[in-house]
């Protein structure tokens, strides 16, 4: 099942895979679902195994995506920034 990472930023990643994509976190050597508070975790040189993580309403289209990837890193910009 080939992962394609299509953003990295932070700690999170916009991936794709058979023409869908998700945003994952990236903690502690680990990658996480993003949705619903789901926190069960694959190690992160696992990324074929991204669907164990994912279900399949967890995957969208590009454009959606890809706004919710812009907004999670906007919000954890103005988080550090504040915080200086």
Known sequence: MDVTIIAD??????VAQYGRYAVVERRNNS???CHDGKRVGIPL???P????ILNES??????????TFNEIVSRGTDLAEHMR
Do not use: F, P, R, V
């Open 49 to 52: 195994a991204i669907s164990t």
């Open 9 to 14: 930023q932070g700690t999170h990643l916009l």
């Open 45 to 47: 040189d696992d990324l």
């Open 31 to 33: 990658l996480y679902n």
């Open 58 to 67: 967890d995957w969208t289209d590009q454009a959606t995506a890809q706004t």
